[in-house]
């Protein structure tokens, strides 16, 4: 294949458009395996008094314009419980309750599982 010297802009913005597309798809499928694991992880370790705090772990999808999408990991049934269980609550009687540190090192081991994962798309050229 054969390219004259005025097409060759073209040609390599249409490649790197081609890569881009790659990589980015790649980041996609990679960041969703890696959310739907640590949804898992965080459900088995949550604190379970009636089980409807740690049934409540999702994910949610936010599609962006271009560029990957962007995962969260969020508590739909006691969003309001996170805080208070990961770092402790004062009570009624002026004590304070201990912390129940769950979220921290499961966002840790994702974070770092995530950036192993893009690195092996970007490795493999999408």
């Not at 881009?20 to 395996?33: F, H, K, L, P, W």
């Not at 805080?83 to 966002?107: C, K, M, N, S, Y």
């Amino acid at each position: 294949m054969t390219i004259k010297v005025d097409q060759l802009s073209k040609e390599i913005m249409a490649r790197l458009a081609t890569y881009t597309a790659d990589i980015v798809e790649g980041m996609n499928t990679a960041g969703e395996r890696v959310a739907r694991e640590g949804a898992a992880e965080l459900l088995s370790a949550s604190p379970k008094r009636t089980g409807r705090y740690r049934r409540g772990w999702s994910v949610r999808v936010e599609q962006t314009y271009r560029g990957p999408m962007r995962f969260i990991l969020h508590n739909k049934a006691r969003p309001r419980l996170t805080h208070l269980l990961e770092h402790g609550h004062a009570t009624r009687d002026g004590g304070r309750t201990q912390a129940q540190p769950h979220i921290d090192p499961v966002g840790d081991k994702v974070a770092a599982d995530y950036f192993a994962a893009v690195e092996e798309v970007i490795r493999r050229g999408g």
